[in-house]
T-cell receptor, first 112, second 114 residues
Framework: SQQGEEDPQALSIQEGENATMNCSYK?????LQWYRQNSGRGLVHLIL?????REKHSGRLRVTLDTSKKSSSLLITASRAADTASYFC????????????FGKGITLSVRP | DTAVSQTPKYLVTQMGNDKSIKCEQN?????MYWYKQDSKKFLKIMFS???????INETVPNRFSPKSPDKAHLNLHINSLELGDSAVYFC?????????????FGPGTRLTVL
């Protein structure tokens, strides 16, 4: 069954604004990852946050993780038109043969 | 150099045919995966191989058979194609088999079954 559920399903903002995307999950995790998918392309890894971490930064990206609420958020600051893409959260199950379970994705449109 | 490559990029075929998709990674990773992405962009894992051994086999019809001749290659063969097999298939790789290692995806193969 699906693990990650992103919210909102679609987001449209103006260039320069911040974009916040949320992900909720149901079971315990080893880590949570965010990926970006441009139209017609493969997924690209953005950032990974481990279950014992609360916040992580990478360039204009900031991800938080609240394991008590089983939720994560991805903030993209000062958005650019090139950020237009689908964003997926993926949860990694604990254990040796861990697998990633992806949510349905959020479509982000950044208007120039 | 492309890290994870797939061929072909597009595949259009008739119901009942058999087809293969090939994947190669030049990252030196031990683990490779096949995913299926449906028309609503839902991405679901199908198989995973670690060093040529099958380690994840989700509930996939046995018409789908993965083969890993070496740890840099993972192919997917599909027999008796059905309309519902139409989707984008992604190959991915990761350095480690477990513990949720970062995955690197290929560009995808769009399969259309007519």
């Amino acid at each position: 069954s699906q693990q990650g559920e992103e919210d909102p399903q679609a987001l449209s903002i103006q260039e320069g604004e911040n974009a916040t995307m949320n992900c909720s999950y149901k079971t315990s995790i080893n880590n949570l990852q965010w990926y970006r998918q441009n139209s017609g392309r493969g997924l690209v890894h953005l950032i990974l946050i481990r279950s014992n971490e609360r916040e992580k930064h990478s360039g204009r990206l900031r991800v938080t993780l609240d394991t008590s609420k089983k939720s994560s958020s991805l903030l993209i600051t000062a958005s650019r038109a090139a950020d237009t893409a689908s964003y997926f959260c993926a949860t990694a199950s604990p254990g040796a043969n861990s697998k990633l379970t992806f949510g349905k994705g959020i479509t982000l449109s950044v208007r120039p | 150099d492309t890290a994870v490559s797939q061929t072909p990029k597009y595949l259009v075929t008739q119901m009942g045919n058999d087809k293969s998709i090939k994947c190669e990674q030049n990252l030196g990773h031990d683990t490779m995966y096949w995913y299926k992405q449906d028309s609503k962009k839902f991405l679901k894992i199908m198989f995973s191989y670690n060093n040529k051994e099958l380690i994840i086999n989700e509930t996939v019809p046995n018409r789908f058979s993965p083969k890993s001749p070496d740890k840099a290659h993972l192919n997917l063969h599909i027999n008796s194609l059905e309309l519902g097999d139409s989707a984008v298939y992604f190959c991915a790789s990761s350095r480690l088999a477990g513990f949720g290692d970062t995955q690197y995806f290929g560009p995808g193969t769009r399969l259309t079954v007519l």
